[in-house]
């Protein structure tokens, strides 16, 4: 990952993004994404109150993860072309 990449992912470095509404955009909508597969998935993978939140935890985690590299990943091809 280059460390373009790394500042818009692991940082709130809203200056480094070309459109900051892609954050204030994605955020939102990808920990919902999130916590409706961790809904989904807790109950058939684990039992308890306990595992089930942390089933949850973990898919939001990695769907925000996941999705910000995503649109870190078309927001800096989005500076390049142009």
Do not use: Q
Request: glycine share 8%; net charge positive; aromatic share 10%.
């Amino acid at each position: 990952m280059s460390k373009s990449l790394k500042s818009r992912v692991f940082w709130t470095n809203l200056s480094a993004w070309n459109n900051p509404w892609c954050v204030y955009v994605g955020t939102p909508l990808l920990a919902a994404l999130g916590a409706t597969i961790g809904f989904v998935w807790g109950s058939h993978l684990v039992s308890g109150e306990v595992k089930e939140a942390l089933v949850m935890g973990a898919c939001i985690v990695v769907t925000m993860l996941s999705g910000f590299t995503i649109l870190a990943a078309i927001d800096s091809r989005s500076s390049t072309e142009s």
